[in-house]
């Protein structure tokens, strides 16, 4: 039983590039979290997801910040026109149920910003 | 208020020490308080949790220490050992909302041999 999945484990951009974050859950759970973590710093929430829905989102910054969860394939965090204040690693975690038991994260992906 | 309140930030132990590691919240809309461990390059790992209808829990030689009417909790290591160096963090679950886990800032604890 595969744990959360999260690609890539690093990604380089370029300042004004896209960024996208890929996180596949555990097998039998629907319900997905997004962290941010800041060099020294602990985790802060972004979004709530479950399939095909957006929980909540008050985590995440009003603009180029997106998420989504189709119904088929991994949830992604998409960041679009990244700056360098951007760079920090992004937790995708997963749950079987709604509210935070079960909590299982994934290895993270290192966004550097240049 | 959906914060946590997490202390010391970072905390240097000889191998055999228990190392306490603190949080204070101040929403009593918590309901469950994990705590998780991080390596370098990894993601946090559960560690062990408790709810508030109990003062204290262990699991092996990891001890949560709740004391409700204070709205705070605290992690003991027993006989730590070099290979517990990593980052701590608590965290909270609000029952407010998506329910979420709201996390406490880490504390980097380091065991030297």
């Known amino acids: 039983n595969a744990g959360v999945m999260q690609n890539p484990r690093h990604l380089v951009r370029r300042r004004g590039q896209e960024a996208r974050l890929r996180c596949s859950p555990m097998?039998?759970?629907?319900?997905v979290y997004w962290y941010r973590q800041l060099p020294e710093e602990g985790l802060k929430f972004m979004v709530y997801l479950q399939k095909e829905n957006i929980i909540d989102e008050s985590g995440m910054p009003k603009e180029r910040f997106s998420a989504e969860f189709p119904k088929e394939g991994p949830s992604i965090l998409r960041i679009q026109q990244v700056v360098r204040g951007d760079s920090a690693a992004y937790f995708c975690a997963s749950s079987p149920l709604r509210g935070g038991y079960g909590y299982t994260f994934g290895s993270g992906t290192r966004l550097t910003v240049v | 208020q959906q914060q946590v309140k997490q202390s010391p930030q970072s905390l240097i132990v000889q191998k055999g020490g228990i190392p306490i590691i603190n949080c204070a919240y101040e929403n009593t809309a918590f309901d469950y308080f994990p705590w998780y461990q991080q390596f370098p390059g990894k993601g946090p790992a559960l560690l062990i949790a408790?709810?508030?209808?109990?003062s204290e829990k262990k699991e092996g030689r990891f001890t949560i220490s709740f004391n409700k009417s204070a709205k705070q909790f605290s992690l003991h290591i027993m006989d730590s050992q070099p290979g517990d160096s990593a980052t701590y963090f608590c965290a909270a679950r609000s029952l407010q909302g998506a329910q979420k886990l709201v996390f406490g800032q880490g504390t980097r604890l380091t065991i030297n041999p």
């Open positions: 408790i709810r508030p209808d109990v």
């Open positions: 097998k039998g759970h629907s319900h």
